[in-house]
């Protein structure tokens, strides 16, 4: 593979910051049960087993690196993947640690 020095200094912060956010387990626990699909603030509790300001924490951090969207329903707010560098670090995660195992 072939990389233009140029290309990678271009995204190398860019990199880094998706790199960070995702190695707090929480965070990358969210973003991984967002994956395809929306959560509610309390299924997102539930799942994580945090209480709700905590969760909160987390998902203001998600909200600042612009990596969730939202969406209200109510007073029911819901959450996104919003970024599509995650949604394939994501992707790329679960096929190598969420996938079963085929047995030969």
């Known amino acids: 593979m072939d990389i233009s020095i140029n290309a990678l200094d271009d995204h190398l912060d860019a990199a880094a910051h998706l790199m960070n956010m995702l190695s707090q ?31 909160s924490h987390h998902l203001a951090k998600l909200r600042a690196a612009e990596l969730v969207k939202t969406r209200r329903d109510g007073q029911t707010i819901y959450y996104s993947v ?23």
Request: charged share 15%; aromatic share 2%.
């Open 25 to 55: 387990p929480v965070r990358l626990k969210v973003l991984c049960h967002l994956l395809g699909s929306e959560k509610s603030v309390q299924v997102l509790t539930e799942i994580c087993g945090l209480s709700q300001p905590a969760m």
């Open 82 to 104: 919003a970024s599509k560098e995650a949604e394939a670090v994501l992707s790329v995660l679960h096929k190598i640690y969420c996938a079963p195992t085929q047995i030969s």
